[in-house]
């Protein structure tokens, strides 16, 4: 989820659920020895509860990003050994890491100790086309050792050679059954299960066998449905709010964060593209949102645009 889930899209996100654990996109550990902290670590209050995903394999470097992480007053810190990139295993990170536990749990035990907030570890249950449940069993095993207690499994290998990421969410099959297996053998963790998830039923059918089910790119692309979350999962009340409240109240989250940061609107915008999937005159509310040619309108006039009748935009 690398240049999506950032701060702009997890608040947006957050006015449509407020139970749903939110993770940022993957910060690299070199980023924030060597870069911009605050900017790498910036988010705003509403968004809790919020995780920090990092992607590194210095244990010394990553305890130090984890208690920066703590400091900044994120909920959770989160380890990626899950993405296949080519530029992330250049760095030796990622889904790579699977293949080295003993690394992976001196990482964590690393962050655990140096932390009071929960360390977890996001993973593939395989690297390859090994399909060997005993090769993400054994990861498990002993990561948890070091102190890691939750485990999100996206449940398709890695091929680290020979497919793109966007292949890699795709071509290796889905073996929802080996997440399962985990729960069954490791029943003291905790496994949330990812990928190729985007019903309420599909959700409700994993609950029913594991802790936690995460959703990324559905919950992008059609972000109306984390509207329904906190009724159908948490047992609270339905968020009573409408896509054009919600619209709004991102108006106004714009004109704040451009009169802080300078944040062009398209920078946020872009995230709530899928707000109206499915209504009537979505395509064209997508294409005034996406129009640079309003840049320098006020997001509040750019609103009014994407609902005015066609003749009357034209």
């Not at 209050?45 to 992480?69: D, F, I, R, T």
């Not at 979350?229 to 409408?242: C, H, K, L, M, S």
């Amino acid at each position: 989820m690398m240049d999506w889930s950032d701060r702009h899209c997890r608040f947006f996100h957050r006015l449509l659920t407020r139970r749903a654990l939110l993770y940022t996109e993957m910060v690299t550990t070199g980023a924030l020895v060597h870069g911009d902290v605050a900017r790498h670590l910036r988010f705003h209050a509403e968004e809790h509860p919020v995780a920090l995903q990092l992607g590194g394999s210095e244990p010394g470097e990553l305890a130090h990003c984890a208690a920066l992480g703590e400091k900044w007053g994120y909920d959770e810190i989160n380890l990626n050994c899950g993405c296949p990139s080519e530029r992330v295993q250049r760095g030796a990170f990622g889904a790579c890491l699977m293949a080295e536990p003993r690394l992976v749990a001196d990482c964590v035990k690393a962050m655990v100790d140096g932390v009071s907030v929960p360390v977890t570890v996001k993973h593939r249950i395989g690297i390859d086309k090994t399909e060997s449940y005993e090769f993400v069993r054994d990861f498990v095993g002993t990561v948890s050792e070091a102190g890691c207690r939750t485990f999100i499994v996206h449940a398709r290998n890695a091929w680290l050679q020979g497919l793109s990421p966007k292949q890699n969410r795709e071509v290796p099959p889905l073996r929802y059954a080996l997440v399962h297996r985990l729960k069954h053998d490791f029943p003291e963790l905790r496994f949330s299960i990812n990928g190729g998830i985007a019903k309420t039923a599909q959700v409700h059918e994993q609950l029913r066998l594991l802790d936690g089910v995460m959703v990324g790119r559905e919950a992008y692309h059609n972000p109306w449905w984390l509207s329904e979350w906190d009724e159908a999962f948490f047992g609270e009340p339905a968020r009573v709010i409408t896509r054009e409240e919600v619209e709004a109240r991102m108006c106004e989250y714009i004109v704040r964060e451009t009169a802080r940061h300078g944040t062009p609107w398209s920078n946020v915008a872009r995230h709530m593209l899928g707000l109206r999937n499915g209504l009537a005159g979505a395509r064209r509310w997508r294409q005034v949102w996406s129009d640079h040619r309003l840049k320098a309108l006020p997001p509040h006039e750019v609103m009014a645009l994407a609902h005015a009748p066609m003749a009357e935009h034209a």
